[in-house]
């Protein structure tokens, strides 16, 4: 299986302003892992240092093979794909186009009909939006649309950025619903950054705890649960 990431000692900065401090993180092959942590804790900047997007030192690895030095589009070449905060589709384009546009640097146009099929069968919304403007879609469904695209380049191993930002309850409920039949049926490895710690932790095999750019507990969600006082300051309960 595929999509293991391991970073080791990893620091980050904006210019000279230094926002990750030497994080150690692992995603196992096939299982999801939940990066929590309150504004500001630096979980953004985590995705972007994997992805090659700011100044990064340290050790990161996926499947083995050292990737803290390549670009960005060598990165998500490799099987690395962002779906970032703020989703960024492309408004004027229809939901087939962006679709398109994630499968961009493949060339077996066959298997990328196949796969646009796939997709509309986990998104049966997005089939239903096939033409439409993809800026006239509802944040649900620009959501689904961000998440269909990055498929579309066959990630191995997914960096999901607060997912659930600004969407309903029922809706999150079904994206996430999705998220666990991605990891099981494609097998899948999911990173997922998330403020809401319940739903992250139901969903997530490990979770990594962030404050100012350090991690500060790991564990499985029920060591999480079961720690008092990260319950009380990331739980609420
Ligand atoms: N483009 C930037 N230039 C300078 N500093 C930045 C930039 N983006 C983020 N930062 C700083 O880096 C730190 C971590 O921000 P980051 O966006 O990674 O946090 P976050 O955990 O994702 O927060 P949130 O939950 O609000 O999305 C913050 O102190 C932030 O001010
Ligand atoms: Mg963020």
């Known amino acids: 299986m595929r ?51 700011l100044l990064r030192q340290g050790c990161v690895e996926l499947d083995g093979r050292r990737i803290e030095h390549l670009s960005t589009e060598d990165i998500a070449c490799l099987g690395v794909g962002h779906v970032p905060d703020g989703r960024g589709t492309f408004g004027a384009l229809s939901v087939t186009e962006n679709l398109q546009l994630g499968a961009i640097r493949r060339s077996d146009r066959l298997s990328v009909s196949q796969d646009m099929d796939r997709i509309f069968d986990y998104f049966p919304i997005l089939r239903q939006r096939s033409t439409q403007q993809a800026g006239t879609l509802s944040g649900g469904e620009q959501q689904m649309l961000a998440v269909g695209r990055s498929l579309m380049a066959r990630p191995t191993l997914l960096l999901l950025d607060e997912p659930s930002f600004g969407l309903a309850p029922l809706m999150v409920r079904e994206l996430f619903k999705i ?12 990173l997922l950054v998330e403020q809401n710690a319940h739903l992250a932790l139901d969903l997530a095999d490990q979770a990594y705890l962030l404050e100012t750019g350090r991690i500060v507990f ?20």
């Open 3 to 53: 999509g293991q990431l391991s970073i080791h000692d990893l620091t980050a900065s904006y210019g000279s302003s230094k926002v990750l401090h030497g994080l150690s993180l692992q995603v196992n092959a096939g299982q999801i892992t939940a990066l929590l942590g309150a504004n500001g804790a630096g979980k953004t900047s985590t995705l972007r240092a994997i992805c090659g997007m």
């Open 179 to 190: 998220f666990r039949r991605l990891n099981k049926e494609q097998g899948i490895s999911i």
């Open 218 to 237: 790991s564990g499985t969600p029920d060591a999480i649960r079961k720690n008092d006082s990260i319950r009380r300051a990331y739980l609420g309960t």
